[in-house]
């Protein structure tokens, strides 16, 4: 099967890119002060694992890709951190369920989490179960590398309560078809082994197998394995990292009540979900007291947005099966009134005329969604799915677009199960009607306020949203007092573009809807108006948006009538009628032609790496410690430090038999370690021969490079980037004093902000009220000189709009630098329609900016006036004034 050609989202790239950074740093400062560097927060080692194992947690909503992440992590860890070809991996999932599905996944030739591994080990690696692994040969163990999923309770010695696990004894026992792993093994590497009772012989056991290896240990929705005796039962395998990835991370942290908190390294914000089309926001919530009711709205909403998805196939081809998840209630022998599964089930075939083929039910002992290889599959005929608690484990579908509970009541659990299974956006793209792009919930309550608030708590607890996107995604809104008469009073929307939609399709979609709702509505072709009478419920506004969304652009004129309706004020942030907010990029005329200035304009690639002086890395390499075994040693204030990275890489590579080195091969290796996007392999590989050639000829060995080869690799890896930054700096200095005159501005060269694809990293949570901000939603930045640089904007009487501008997102504002792309920090749209670009910077980071300056003010005078830019420091924030003028 021909390669994937699977694109990282941004997020994902960024998530990955900490990661990395963060391994980076263990080599040098160790896992505790990595961490603290990376995050400002304090390290926690993992309960019972070795002092000094990186145990870090990636922080991904649901819907997020933590799986992907995980396989793309594998590559990054062997390469910055373990320096080995032939990583062993053990990973770790829930359940069974999981399990089947992740091996699945990555055995299937195209999957992107295979091509993920692919990547970085090209075919060099083996997937297996651990049933797999028990018969492991030594060329699999060490002739690429090798990832092992399995789930963890499969691993423990006992269970929860003490009682010994005999499928997990399985991983302890000696194993003849795993013997060949311990011949000729050093002292050092059987001292840490568990040998057989009264010998010497190391157990041939999959434990001590993993030991040897030292595994890098990835635990997939961590939170459900945070006991004492799950830490316990990795440290039997003494590994080499851990890594966590969860929607809800445990962020409580008591040891003595065995409450453990996670190293959150990185928190992917549920608005980059959204603004990389992964998930459908915001959900739509309707409540009502009557169940049967609830049900038949949930009915009109699949319907119609089942000719939503009609009419989107049509001009994309793309095809949804919209679906409804029910949730029934468990049966209970002393209540008969229960809504139970069988009660629903009996309501859609007999009262509402369901199909019985398009009705599954997975619950109790009906399993119908374990006899459909592929709901996806348009032969498939099921549109409604009824369950209790949870749905099959792993089961994962972006056409369910409904939930309708008759619990009465939405627990963070429910949510998590499955509130959390509508969230995900169909091939990950946006839709061209917005009623596709959205989930909706329909529940049995009495209280739409309580209701909404169990739905944000869920997706907090259980789905791993942050408080304030979670408040921002269902927002309840208060009823208005009306009288008898006000029922009759018509509302007129705004008119509809004239390119909408041909009046004929409009008053058909009307025809359509139920008659509570179509009673009430009407439409007027001349006018191209909506007239709604009465005030709108929120059910209503939301059957319009599923029964209207065939027409293009009408969503934002139902919303508009909602609140006309209900006479509801809406604030300057949610103003439908404010200005769009575009900010001309700087461009660079080239041949004739203005173009987005980037490094193309002052780079001439490929790069002549060949045609580099080497002889500096005689100065940057050396030996330090050719027996790579680590040191333990005390401090003068008696404490212990233990050089864990050295130590552990000593103990991968002496697992390993080396073979024979040439300095050819020497050099392919390091340049195949080296990413060089600008630069030719032939050129690269000439001039890194040539740097061994030079450590050759300063006195050392090949075979002691060969030894030290991941050290040399990063140490031409560094030399090769400083030159690059060196290039960069000149080339980029020469155009700014050759070519000032080829820049400018144009609309065709321009960025809008837009709402939809806004994504703060981590939404501000200060007690500040912003009243300018363009978007409702905030982020990226803490209490300090930055957040008082924003306040002086928001109050800023010539400030209409501002934006706090996102850093390295493909939707914000960017000026090319020698090395980067500059993110300035604010961005502002001024009452006379100028724009002013702000970078805050720390007094004792100005005089290092000055490259920034520069950007900026050329950006500035291409505009002529239109563009402002400034960098103020030391909370000199009247410089905004002075340059505004």
């Not at 991904?60 to 320096?83: C, D, M, N, Q």
């Not at 002549?608 to 401090?635: H, K, M, P, Q, Y």
Request: charged letters at 25%; hydrophobic letters at 40%; aromatic letters at 8%.
């Amino acid at each position: 099967m021909a390669a994937t050609n699977f694109e990282l989202k941004e997020y994902q790239k960024i998530t990955l890119d900490r990661f990395a950074s963060y391994l980076r740093g263990t080599t040098d400062d160790g896992a505790n002060v990595a961490f603290y560097k990376a995050t400002n927060m304090p390290f926690r080692s993992a309960p019972a694992v070795a002092e000094g194992t990186p145990y870090v947690c990636l922080r991904v909503p649901t819907g997020g890709g933590k799986t992907l992440l995980a396989a793309y992590s594998i590559g990054i860890a062997a390469r910055e951190y373990l320096t080995a070809a032939n990583p062993m991996v053990l990973w770790l999932v829930p359940s069974t369920a999981i399990l089947d599905q992740t091996v699945d996944a990555l055995k299937t030739e195209g999957h992107p989490y295979r091509a993920a591994l692919a990547k970085d080990f090209n075919r060099n690696f083996t997937v297996m179960t651990k049933t797999e692994a028990l018969a492991m040969s030594r060329a699999d163990a060490t002739g690429g590398a090798v990832v092992i999923v399995s789930t963890i309770q499969s691993f423990r010695r006992e269970d929860d309560s003490g009682k010994e696990n005999p499928e997990g004894l399985k991983v302890y026992d000696d194993a003849g078809a795993l013997m060949d792993h311990f011949a000729n093994l050093t002292e050092e590497q059987a001292g840490p082994l568990e040998t057989v009772e009264g010998t010497n012989r190391p157990i041939a056991s999959m434990a001590n197998l993993l030991r040897l290896h030292r595994p890098m240990v990835i635990v997939d929705e961590a939170h459900n394995s945070r006991s004492d005796l799950s830490f316990r039962t990795l440290a039997r395998f003494t590994p080499s990292l851990i890594l966590e990835l969860t929607a809800t991370p445990q962020t409580d942290h008591v040891p003595a009540r065995g409450k453990h908190a996670s190293n959150i390294l990185y928190s992917v914000s549920a608005a980059e979900l959204k603004a990389e089309e992964m998930i459908k926001m915001p959900i739509r919530l309707t409540t009502d007291g009557d169940w049967v009711k609830t049900v038949g709205a949930a009915l009109d909403s699949q319907r119609m947005l089942e000719e939503a998805a009609k009419a989107e196939e049509q001009e994309t081809g793309e095809y949804i099966r919209p679906i409804v998840l029910f949730q029934a209630q468990s049966a209970l022998a002393t209540d008969p009134h229960r809504l139970t599964w069988q009660k629903i089930e009996k309501h859609l075939t007999d009262d509402q005329r369901i199909p019985k083929e398009q009705i599954a039910v997975h619950t109790g002992p009906r399993k119908d969604l374990d006899a459909i290889s592929d709901i996806r599959d348009p032969k498939c005929p099921v549109r409604y799915i009824i369950t209790v608690s949870k749905l099959k484990e792993g089961w994962d579908c972006p056409f369910a677009y409904v939930l309708c509970s008759v619990a009465d009541q939405v627990s963070p659990v429910a949510v998590e199960q499955i509130l959390g299974r509508i969230l995900r956006m169909p091939q990950a793209k946006r839709k061209r009607r917005d009623a596709l792009n959205q989930s909706y919930a329909y529940i049995v309550s009495r209280s739409f306020d309580d209701t909404a608030q169990q739905l944000r708590n869920g997706l907090i607890e259980g789905a791993g949203f942050n408080k304030m996107e979670a408040d921002d995604i269902i927002a309840p809104q208060q009823n208005m007092g009306f009288d008898a008469a006000a029922d009759e009073t018509g509302h007129e929307s705004d008119p509809l573009p004239d390119d909408s939609a041909a009046p004929s399709s409009v008053v058909a979609a009307i025809e359509k809807l139920p008659p509570s709702v179509k009673t009430r509505v009407s439409f007027n072709p001349e006018t191209r108006t909506i007239t709604y009478k009465g005030p709108m419920t929120r059910e209503s506004r939301n059957i319009l948006h599923l029964g209207l969304a065939a027409v293009p652009q009408v969503g934002k004129a139902i919303d508009k009538l909602y609140a006309k309706s209900n006479n509801f004020q809406t604030s300057a942030a949610d103003d439908e009628d404010k200005p769009p907010f575009i900010v001309p990029m700087l461009g660079f005329r080239k041949q004739g032609e203005l173009q987005l200035f980037s490094q193309e304009h002052f780079l001439d690639l490929p790069w002549r790496l060949d045609e580099c002086d080497v002889v500096d890395i005689t100065n940057r390499f050396s030996v330090a410690d050719s027996s790579r075994t680590g040191t333990i040693n005390v401090s003068d204030q008696g404490k212990v430090e233990i050089n864990f990275v050295k130590q552990l890489q000593g103990q991968l590579a002496g697992v390993i038999k080396e073979p024979t080195w040439t300095l050819p091969r020497l050099a392919n290796w390091i340049d195949a370690g080296i990413i060089h996007p600008d630069i030719t392999k032939p050129s690269a590989v000439v001039f890194i021969s040539r740097a061994i050639d030079a450590l050759i000829a300063s006195g050392l060995a090949l075979d002691v490079l060969a030894r030290n080869k991941y050290d040399l690799r990063k140490a031409l890896g560094q030399f090769i980037k400083d030159l690059r930054g060196e290039r960069e700096t000149s080339q980029y200095s020469a155009l700014f004093t050759a070519n000032t005159a080829d820049f400018a501005t144009t609309a065709d060269l321009s960025m809008i902000f837009d709402e939809q694809s806004y994504a703060p990293n981590r939404p501000y949570s200060g007690g500040t009220v912003f009243n300018k901000h363009y978007f409702s939603l905030l982020g990226d930045f803490d209490s300090g000189e930055e957040c008082d640089c924003a306040i002086y904007l928001d109050r800023h009487e010539k400030v209409r709009y501002w934006v706090r501008n996102v850093d390295r997102k493909k939707s914000s504002f960017w000026l090319q630098l020698p090395h980067a792309k500059f993110y300035p920090d604010f961005v502002a749209m001024l009452t006379d329609g100028r724009i002013l670009v702000v970078e805050y910077k720390g007094q004792h980071l100005y005089d290092a900016e000055a490259v920034k300056r520069q950007i900026g003010a050329v950006w500035a005078d291409a505009r002529n006036g239109e563009g402002l830019f400034c960098m103020p420091t030391a909370r000199d924030f009247e410089l905004i004034n002075r340059t505004i003028g």
